[in-house]
């Protein structure tokens, strides 16, 4: 489960320390846009050094590494791939293309360090209009996908618009980015909020993403992560009618009839999929999510 | 009769100041006050040796007391906190005897029986009329509660009380009555207002700190003191400040109305109290401006003295009816025992204050701490100091849970039963230790004893040695 993502800056060894305790379900260790040039390979390194000897819970390790269009991608992967982080987030991701070279690299390290082949997943970075529009593409792109990540800040640049709060310069790419991952059959994840101070806002924006369809948010700010992980759970009476409706269909079951209804509705397949996995995610937080409380 | 003298080194000469004697100050300027320093400076003038000051606490503002250290002017201190800069020169022996270090509570409790009871006690006061009535409520250096000041004026020898804001005979919302007061003497400032108290004290933003302070608060709420009547207190740093602000979250929205919030008060309480969460705030120190505010204005924000606030001897005090305490900690052992007193380097950096006091009396003793400062573990095998013991301690709120004393089994139940996640401390000190390594400690010269722990009990419970 993948409510929060949150990024930590690869080059800060304070915040890394903390990553597991924040209670976010993801972390994302920054070697890209929060690292200067000059400090790369220090952050590399501490990274590394992070992965190899803190424990971080059952949080999610994702590792953001450099554009395939910079000098830093290829050690990104040599150094952080034998680490086994759970997922590697490309960024400014244009098209298949793109994913096929990166898959090719992390298969290469992986069978050098005995690692399992395609273990390692991928959540891309979609930040470019191209990204965007080649979206379904890059979903199907490789076995190793898990989910796609909308980047809204350098793609209003590319659309050469201003970023606003009410995000209305980013609908169409929100929407387009659902129903690709969608289609693909995989998860889908939110662009942070990035007022760290507007605590409404990030309420507001935050309920739009899962009206939209989108499975969680990525967060800049710890103080974002209680907000969304409450937003992005099921609540109380979503519980109650996925569990409503699985009693419902067991007693079908058990009745031999083939049509089920619940409070005046037929109950379809993908009615019973969704409170599968609402009763699912629920356990999963009621389980201790790892890195709550 | 005539107690107004024209400086202070009339007053000291009519006090009759003599070589080896016990002068006392409070410390209710903190890191503004200049009082303590303009005293010493004619103490050293009039070529007066080996003093002991009993002064509730040292700050940052007095580092020229080092030089009276050196000189021999100064030989014995007696205090519940040195800031760093006088708490280093004391670790490398810069004082011919040892620091005694009392708490709040027991400063009081001492002095009523003869232990360190000052010859002369300086008083510094934002406001005074000619006779001696004065407060801190009003006046440009306006600091508040004058509560440590109390024991100084009862049972001091002589009184001196210090003002940069005379006024017309009489004060008549007093704190300290003239009763108490041999001379008064007026000074262009006894004080820089902007050390004396902080204009806002700012909600931490710090994550870890923040996340601390929210499972403290929870665990506050599934104590099971968290009722009509609550009693509370918490400290004005990073994560104990933060718990009171989500205290508050829950006592509003349970509708809570708790019964006072005591001991050193931020605005963040004050909010509280306005907000109908308290009846009333006792207030032996006021930390910012809107405490001050406060007590000034508001009649259920009232002014408490040290012994009221804390005293062993007292046959009651506030801190013996508080349900529960929030306080922070330098280092804290596997036993619970707790340093305030030293950093990790074995220098003296702090003191208990009145971290001990609390800690024995209220119901539930909360320790909130990060695991680890910057490199160093704060959760540790030992304890290099021992403030306060670990027996008066109930839980210790970190970021990667909260551990329960082995003798609060009901508590461990009760937070298990609400979800928090209660961990062992001892896992929590390998965690710690796995991260930073044990470190080298520190060279201490253990022939030489530099301060020496009192409990509020009278008793000494630890040595501080050179280093």
């Known amino acids: 489960m993948r409510r929060t993502m949150l990024f930590l800056p690869g080059n800060s060894p304070k915040m890394i320390v903390n990553g597991g305790v924040l209670g976010s379900d993801s972390i994302i260790f920054d070697l890209e846009d929060a690292v200067a040039p000059d400090e790369k390979d220090a952050a590399r390194l501490l990274v590394k050094e992070a992965l190899k000897n803190l424990d971080f819970g059952k949080c999610e390790i994702i590792v953001r590494i450099n554009s395939l269009d910079t000098e830093f991608w290829e050690e990104d992967i040599e150094e952080i791939i034998p680490l086994k982080p759970d997922v590697i987030m490309p960024t400014k991701v244009s098209g298949a293309e793109y994913i096929r070279r990166l898959d090719e690299k992390m298969s290469e390290v992986e069978k050098k360090h005995s690692i399992e082949q395609g273990s390692i997943k991928l959540i891309p970075l979609l930040e470019t209009a191209c990204g965007i529009e080649n979206a379904y593409e890059i979903a199907r792109a490789s076995s190793r996908m898990a989910a796609l990540y909308l980047g809204a800040e350098d793609l209003t640049a590319d659309l050469r618009c201003a970023r606003t709060k009410e995000g209305k310069e980013i609908e169409y790419a929100r929407t387009r980015l659902v129903c690709a991952a969608r289609a693909a059959g995989i998860e889908v994840y939110d662009t942070p909020f990035t007022d760290v101070d507007d605590m409404e806002g990030l309420e507001k924006d935050t309920r739009h993403a899962k009206a939209l369809g989108f499975t969680g948010k990525a967060v800049i700010n710890p103080r974002h992560v209680d907000c969304v992980n409450e937003i992005f759970s099921p609540t109380e009476a979503e519980i109650e009618y996925a569990r409503e409706v699985i009693e419902a269909i067991e007693q079908g079951k058990k009745e031999g009839r083939g049509a089920v209804s619940l409070r005046g509705k037929m109950i379809d397949a993908p009615i019973v999929e969704r409170a599968k996995n609402v009763l699912s995610a629920a356990e999963e937080i009621s389980g201790g999510a790892p890195c709550r409380n | 009769m005539q107690k107004l003298v024209k400086d202070i080194k009339t007053a ?23 009082v303590l320093n303009m005293v010493m400076e004619q103490i050293a003038e009039l070529g007066i040796k080996d003093l002991t000051i009993n002064a509730s606490s040292i700050h940052e ?12 002017t100064v030989t014995g201190l007696v205090t519940a906190y040195i800031g760093p800069t006088v708490g280093k ?31 002369i006690s300086f008083i510094a006061a934002p406001s005074s009329d000619p006779m001696g009535n004065c407060t801190g409520k009003i006046g440009k250096s306006a600091c508040g509660s004058l ?8 049972y001091a020898g002589k009184v001196v009380v210090i003002t940069d804001n005379l006024v017309d005979y009489p004060l008549t919302q007093y704190s300290i009555s003239e009763t108490s007061v041999d001379y008064v003497v007026k000074v262009d400032e006894i004080g820089d207002p902007k050390g004396i108290v902080s204009g806002t004290t700012r909600m931490p933003r710090n994550p870890v700190s923040l996340k601390i302070a929210q ?37 509003l929205e349970k509708e809570i109305k ?9 605005g963040y309480l004050v909010e509280m109290l306005e907000a109908g969460c308290f009846q009333a705030i006792q ?56 340093n305030v007193h030293t950093d990790s380097n074995g220098y003296i950096m702090g003191g208990s204050g009145g971290h001990s006091d609390v800690a024995q009396e209220a119901k539930m003793t909360i320790i909130v701490a990060p695991l680890l400062r910057t490199r160093y573990a704060v959760v540790k095998k030992h304890v290099k100091c021992i403030s306060t013991p670990g027996d008066s301690v109930d839980i210790l709120v970190t970021e990667y849970g909260i551990c329960v004393n082995p003798k609060r089994e009901d508590l461990k ?13 001892h896992d929590l000190q390998k965690k710690a230790e796995k991260i930073t390594g044990i470190p080298e400690e520190p060279e201490e010269k253990e022939s030489r004893v530099v301060a020496e722990v009192m409990y509020r009990d009278g008793s000494i419970i630890d040595r501080i040695y050179q280093v």
Do not use: W
């Not at chain 2, 002014?303 to 506030?318: C, L, M, V």
């Open chain 2, 12 to 34: 000291i000469e009519k006090c009759g100041l003599q070589d080896g004697m016990c002068i006392g100050f409070h410390h209710h300027l903190r890191g503004g006050d200049y």
């Open chain 2, 61 to 72: 503002s007095h580092t020229p007391l080092i030089e009276h250290m050196k000189n021999g």
């Open chain 2, 89 to 119: 020169a004391v670790s490398q022996g810069v004082l011919k005897n040892p620091v005694v270090f009392q708490t709040h509570g027991y400063r009081p409790a001492g002095m009523a029986k003869g232990e360190y009871r000052p010859d």
């Open chain 2, 147 to 154: 509560g440590y000041a109390f024991s100084d004026a009862e």
């Open chain 2, 215 to 251: 499972q403290a608060a929870k665990a506050i709420d599934a104590s099971g003191l968290l009722k009509d009547g609550f009693s509370f207190q918490t400290g004005a740093g990073g994560a104990s400040l933060a718990t009171a602000a989500y205290l508050k979250d829950i006592m």
């Open chain 2, 258 to 266: 708790g019964s006072y919030a005591l001991g050193g008060i931020t």
């Open chain 2, 283 to 338: 207030d032996v120190q006021c930390f910012d401006l809107k405490a001050v505010q406060s007590i000034r204005d508001n009649p259920c924000h009232a002014e408490i003295s040290a012994a009221h606030y804390a005293s062993p001897d007292a046959k009651s005090s506030a801190a013996s009816s508080l349900d529960v305490v929030v306080l922070g900690a330098t280092e804290i052992d596997v036993d619970f025992n707790v």
């Open chain 2, 413 to 425: 139940q009760r937070l298990t039963e609400a979800g928090l996640l209660v961990v062992d401390i």
